[in-house]
Structures are given as structure tokens and as C-alpha cells.
């Protein structure tokens, strides 16, 4: 069993930054794939970025390349999105997601929420234009 707690979220501008963190607990995290997804309001959960079972391997999606960058520390058990040059469009709430399975290493299954195992109650990102 795994717990997940979003945190990090705020109000800022357009252009401006902010870093999620989503801090876990619970046996064997390092070995968890670990995914971030969104809703923003009235919309159905959109994928954001993760990172495969396999080290080293990361995946984002079409929207955020470029300005989102997702990062773990397995010491703290935490996992991190760091948002740069923020857009109105980016408003959302923000989700953090564990996966204790090991697939074949894909876009395809990691940007699936069904597939995750492990969900945290979410953070308010809000970008004002």
C-alpha cells in the first residue's frame, strides 16, 4: 500500500514558475513508476509527465515538453514537477500517481491513468493571464 500527498500548488502569473511536490509512503517506492496528471475545470484528467519503472527513462506529454520537468528523490520518497513559463491553460488541478507494476517501458501505458495503482488527493495550480 501506498500513500501519495500533493503539495505546491498556488496562484501565479503567466510566464511564472512552480514547483509540485508529491511526497509518498509506503515499502519499495523506488520502484514505482510515477506519473503526474491534471483536470482542469470541467475536463476529464490529462497526462503530464512520468517516470517509468526503468531508471532513467521519463515521459512527457506534447504540451508541457519544454517547460515541465519532472524529477524524483528516492531518499525522500518524493517526486517533484517543476513548471516553467507557466499558461492560463495549465490551470488544473494536479495529480501525482504510482504505478507498482513494471510494464513494457511506453508512453502509451504510462500516460493511461487506469494504469496507475495509487492516486494523491491533488493540488491547485491556477496560471492568471
Known amino acids: 500500500q501506498v500513500q501519495l500527498a500533493e503539495s505546491g500548488g498556488g496562484l501565479v502569473q503567466a510566464g511564472g514558475s512552480l514547483r509540485l511536490s508529491c511526497a509518498a509512503s509506503?515499502?519499495?517506492?523506488?520502484?514505482?513508476?510515477i506519473g503526474w496528471f491534471r483536470q482542469p475545470p470541467g475536463k476529464e484528467r490529462d497526462f503530464v509527465a512520468a517516470f517509468s519503472w526503468i531508471p532513467g527513462n521519463t515521459y512527457y506529454a506534447d504540451s508541457v515538453k519544454g517547460r515541465f520537468t519532472i524529477s524524483r528523490d528516492n531518499s525522500k520518497n518524493t517526486v517533484y514537477l517543476q513548471m516553467n513559463s507557466l499558461k492560463p491553460e495549465d490551470t488544473a488541478v494536479y495529480y501525482c500517481?504510482?504505478?507498482?507494476?513494471?510494464?513494457?517501458?511506453?508512453?502509451?501505458?504510462?500516460?493511461?491513468?487506469?494504469?496507475?495503482?495509487?492516486w494523491g488527493q491533488g493540488t491547485q495550480v491556477t496560471v492568471s493571464s
Open positions: 500517481a504510482a504505478d507498482r507494476g513494471r510494464a513494457p517501458d511506453s508512453v502509451g501505458y504510462y500516460s493511461t491513468a487506469a494504469n496507475y495503482d495509487y
Open positions: 509506503g515499502r519499495a517506492f523506488s520502484s514505482y513508476a
